[in-house]
Nanobody, 117 residues
Framework: EVQLQASGGGLVQAGGSLRLSCAAS????????MGWFRQPPGKQRGLVSR????????NYADPEKGRFTIARDNTKNMVYLQMNSLKPEDTAVYYC??????????WGQGTLVTVSS
């Protein structure tokens, strides 16, 4: 059974930082691109960042460029999202995902990030 267990969310003031973690299991982690989506209150889910299976290639949605950093540890089956200079508009439920090509193969359960002004 594929599991993606996200953690690290919480309440932070604007300008602060958080690091999200995602523990993956039930599949050969190093074979898959991974990523993070987020869903702000009342809005649709959108891609935050994606990292290739080797970790060499990364991409980010425009609002996150320069503030967020995605990383992975294939020895621990972990993927991370370091979020700096957080803004109130970053408030959302953040989901860890497993990619299969351009499709989402698996979703995690989400972790809530709340940024206060």
């Amino acid at each position: 059974e594929v599991q993606l267990q996200a953690s690290g969310g919480g309440l932070v003031q604007a300008g602060g930082s958080l690091r999200l973690s995602c523990a993956a299991s039930g599949f050969i982690f190093r074979n898959y691109d991974m990523g993070w989506f987020r869903q702000p209150p009342g809005k649709q889910r959108g891609l935050v960042s994606r990292i290739s299976n080797s970790g060499v290639r990364t991409n980010y949605a425009d609002p996150e460029k320069g503030r967020f950093t995605i990383a992975r540890d294939n020895t621990k089956n972990m993927v991370y999202l370091q979020m700096n200079s957080l803004k109130p508009e970053d408030t959302a439920v953040y989901y860890c995902v497993r990619f299969w090509g351009s499709n989402i193969a698996s979703w995690g359960q989400g972790t809530l990030v709340t940024v206060s002004s």
